[in-house]
């Protein structure tokens, strides 16, 4: 194939024509000189590695699934939650059962994977899903029951707002979760298992929208950028506004400030107005 009369602008259409581009076009553009030329062909070795090792990954992700459909069991529901660890906002769990070998490609451990791409894999796993569900606890129930009840409260009623009958539950972390179904906890679950993966990406997408829409009736605090986690932006505001109704009482430093307001301390002075 000869390509040397070509202009740059009509190589790149060329190749967006063909789809996957042909060896045949590939080897024409190494044996062109021009540095153009070069630089299209190395970002479309670039492409094809990274989806080479999305592929690998992925491949690597269904082991769990592969060896539960094996067994004919092919509802499998991966189950994960986001949200344990800020000093605000509510924690949220999802539940999803994918479809064999859900061609996913970045499916990785929401933590991972960068904010807006995270928000273009919510959207496919939702589209490719056989079935999803999401479940929240709020910040009193986090309040009552402590975070670690919580959250399998969340889990829980990810599972049953499932509108398929999970026959097997994969479940990120140490507990299994107390429902009447077969399941196995693996511990970091959402980096080796597609199911938790992908429950691990609906539970952070849909928490950061709630703390978006939190960062609209408490601006001052900075929701919308940090969720609530103790970055160093919200214990400064935390310190300069106090508590707002959506902080979590029970966790450090809340409390500390909370105790230190409290009716009868004398120690510092009162919140900013």
């Not at 459909?69 to 994918?98: N, S, W």
């Not at 986090?142 to 509108?163: C, F």
């Not at 299994?176 to 429950?199: E, F, K, R, Y």
Request: glycine share 8%.
């Amino acid at each position: 194939m000869d390509i040397e009369r070509l202009t740059l602008p009509q190589i790149k259409r060329l190749l967006e024509a063909r789809g996957e581009p042909p060896e045949e076009l590939l080897a024409a553009m190494a044996g062109d000189g021009r540095p153009g030329v070069r630089r299209l062909l190395d970002s479309i070795y670039r492409k094809r590695n990274r989806r080479l090792r999305q592929r690998e990954h992925l491949n690597t992700l269904y082991s769990f699934e592969d060896e539960l459909h094996a067994r004919g069991i092919t509802m499998v529901a991966g189950v994960d939650e986001a949200g344990r660890g800020p000093l605000a906002g509510p924690v949220v769990a999802a539940a999803v059962i994918l479809p064999p070998r859900a061609p996913l490609w970045g499916l990785d451990d929401s933590k991972k994977v960068p904010p807006a791409r995270r928000e273009i894999l919510a959207l496919e796993i939702k589209k490719m899903a056989l079935d999803w569900s999401v479940g929240i606890s709020t910040v009193q129930e986090i309040q009552l029951l402590n975070i670690h009840h919580a959250s399998m409260l969340a889990m829980r009623r990810a599972v049953r707002g499932l509108s398929l009958m999970p026959q097997y539950l994969l479940v990120d972390g140490r507990h299994m979760l107390d429902m009447p179904v077969d399941q196995q906890p693996l511990v970091g679950g959402d980096a080796v298992s597609a199911s938790i993966a992908a429950a691990s990406i609906l539970a952070k997408v849909t928490r950061d929208h709630l703390m978006q829409a939190f960062h609209q009736i408490y601006p001052q605090y900075g929701f919308d950028s940090h969720k609530g986690y103790p970055t160093p932006s919200h214990l400064e505001a935390l310190a300069r506004w106090g508590p707002c109704p959506i902080h979590r009482s029970g966790f450090q430093p809340v409390k500390k400030l909370l105790d230190c307001h409290a009716p009868g301390a004398t120690n510092g002075d009162s919140f900013d107005d």
